[in-house]
């Protein structure tokens, strides 16, 4: 708490509580809300079956660069929903922020 100046009530239920709140809201929108994959219906033809399938994929990488102030919840912010749509992330901390040295 003293690294990052914040009382104990935001450093526990802020940055603690609401980073936990942050990837489970994130993974649950992606989960319930986007179809990675839609099958389209078999169509019989004169030259065979014939059908289509839609996969989404991550669009690749993420570069997240934080300031030093309130270090774990802006992490947070950038770094969940890019997890949870299956991106790969860079994340560069400030070289202030506290125990990144």
Excluded: Y
């Excluded at 809300?33 to 669009?59: D, F, H, K, Q």
């Excluded at 300031?67 to 890019?82: D, E, I, S, T």
């Amino acid at each position: 708490m003293s690294e990052t100046g914040s009382t104990g009530f935001l450093t526990d239920f802020v940055q603690a509580l609401g980073s936990v709140g942050m990837f489970r809201s994130n993974a649950a929108i992606v989960e319930h809300s986007l179809g990675w994959v839609e099958n389209g219906p078999p169509s019989g033809r004169t030259s065979g079956m014939a059908g289509s399938a839609i996969l989404r994929e991550p669009i690749g990488v993420v570069a997240a660069i934080t300031p030093f102030n309130f270090p774990f919840m802006l992490n947070v912010v950038k770094v969940a929903p890019a997890l949870a749509a299956g991106c790969t992330v860079v994340l560069k901390p400030h070289p202030w922020t506290p125990s990144t040295r």
